[in-house]
């Protein structure tokens, strides 16, 4: 008999059924949850207050030129802030529920790159960072691969991004070519590093290296959990060294798509 009360009190309640350490990964995950929706609420919030207050400021008839331009500069950024979060946050759920769809084509390598190096170098120009953006490319017109553009296109941004996020001054370095069949590129800054311990737990959900009491950086720290995604749809691989303080390089290696 106690044998058959104590099978329905596990019936009747079955969390007591559940490992400590199940238990421990539900609260991580509900905390996780609670962190992204408060992190979501301060990513858009934030910019579209901008947006409404500096929009008001612009209907004035009295404002001098130079202001004008300024503040239409605010609710730009604001407005390209509030459009990456929605990026992110709608490219990291298409991932986990493996709607991602691939488009192979044969691109020019040295197009893309420079595109997105042409991209950002554009941007740095508006930023007050003493940062210097470089890029070494092999010595090569043409440069084709198969590959899906977007995807590749994507990882390349978001790695650039995170490099110039992460670091105030000195060189953000671009460095690719093919070899054997496979796409190898290299982003190197000179920033704010990784800490050892923090290494394993970049590629996650919701984590910034500047995790802590105060928010430094903006963005949902879902960066990096994209790029390794995407990486993977495209049967690659992604790796990091990095020195506290001295700053970190991110490898991508990705091979060309079957005909």
Same mark, same amino acid.
């Given at each position: 008999?106690?044998?058959?009360?104590?099978?329905?009190?596990?019936?009747?309640?079955? +969390?007591?059924?559940?490992?400590?350490?199940?238990?421990?990964?539900? $609260?991580?995950?509900? /905390?996780?949850?609670?962190?992204?929706? !408060?992190?979501?609420?301060?990513?858009?919030?934030?910019?579209?207050?901008?947006?409404?207050?500096?929009?008001?400021?612009?209907?004035?008839?009295?404002?001098?030129?130079?202001?004008?331009?300024?503040?239409?500069?605010?609710?730009?950024?604001?407005? =390209?802030?509030?459009?990456?979060?929605?990026?992110?946050?709608?490219?990291?759920?298409?991932?986990?529920?493996?709607?991602?769809? +691939?488009?192979?084509?044969?691109?020019?390598?040295?197009?893309?790159?420079?595109? +997105?190096?042409?991209?950002?170098? =554009?941007?740095? %120009?508006?930023?007050?960072?003493?940062?210097?953006?470089?890029?070494?490319?092999?010595?090569?017109?043409?440069?084709?691969?198969?590959?899906? !553009?977007?995807?590749?296109?994507?990882?390349?941004?978001?790695?650039?991004?995170?490099?110039?996020?992460?670091?105030?001054?000195?060189? &953000?370095?671009?460095?690719?070519?093919?070899? $054997?069949?496979?796409?190898?590129?290299?982003?190197?800054?000179?920033?704010?590093?990784?800490?050892?311990?923090?290494?394993?737990?970049?590629?996650? /959900?919701? !984590?910034?290296?500047?995790?802590?009491?105060?928010?430094?950086? !903006?963005?949902?720290?879902?960066?990096?959990?994209?790029?390794?995604?995407? &990486?993977?749809?495209?049967?690659? $691989?992604?790796? +990091?060294?990095?020195?506290? %303080?001295?700053?970190?390089?991110?490898?991508?290696?990705?091979?060309?798509?079957?005909?």
């Amino acid at each position: 008999m106690d044998i058959l009360k104590n099978t329905e009190k596990k019936i009747n309640n079955p +969390v007591s059924t559940m490992s400590d350490e199940y238990i421990s990964k539900i $609260k991580e995950t509900e /905390k996780l949850k609670s962190m992204f929706l !408060q992190n979501l609420s301060h990513e858009i919030r934030t910019p579209l207050n901008a947006i409404i207050g500096f929009s008001e400021l612009l209907s004035r008839e009295n404002l001098e030129q130079d202001e004008r331009k300024e503040f239409f500069k605010i609710v730009e950024s604001a407005g =390209s802030r509030i459009l990456k979060t929605i990026t992110d946050t709608l490219d990291l759920s298409s991932i986990e529920t493996n709607q991602i769809s +691939v488009l192979v084509k044969k691109e020019d390598l040295n197009v893309l790159m420079e595109n +997105v190096f042409n991209h950002y170098n =554009s941007m740095l %120009k508006n930023t007050p960072k003493n940062l210097t953006l470089n890029m070494q490319s092999p010595d090569a017109p043409n440069l084709f691969f198969r590959t899906d !553009q977007r995807i590749l296109g994507r990882i390349i941004s978001i790695l650039i991004d995170n490099a110039i996020k992460y670091t105030e001054k000195g060189d &953000v370095v671009i460095a690719y070519t093919v070899d $054997k069949g496979e796409f190898f590129c290299s982003i190197k800054d000179t920033g704010i590093g990784i800490e050892e311990n923090s290494l394993s737990i970049i590629y996650e /959900k919701f !984590q910034q290296v500047s995790s802590g009491s105060s928010k430094l950086y !903006q963005g949902l720290g879902n960066g990096l959990s994209i790029a390794k995604g995407f &990486v993977e749809i495209l049967n690659g $691989k992604i790796w +990091v060294e990095s020195q506290l %303080k001295e700053g970190s390089t991110f490898y991508i290696k990705i091979p060309s798509a079957n005909p």
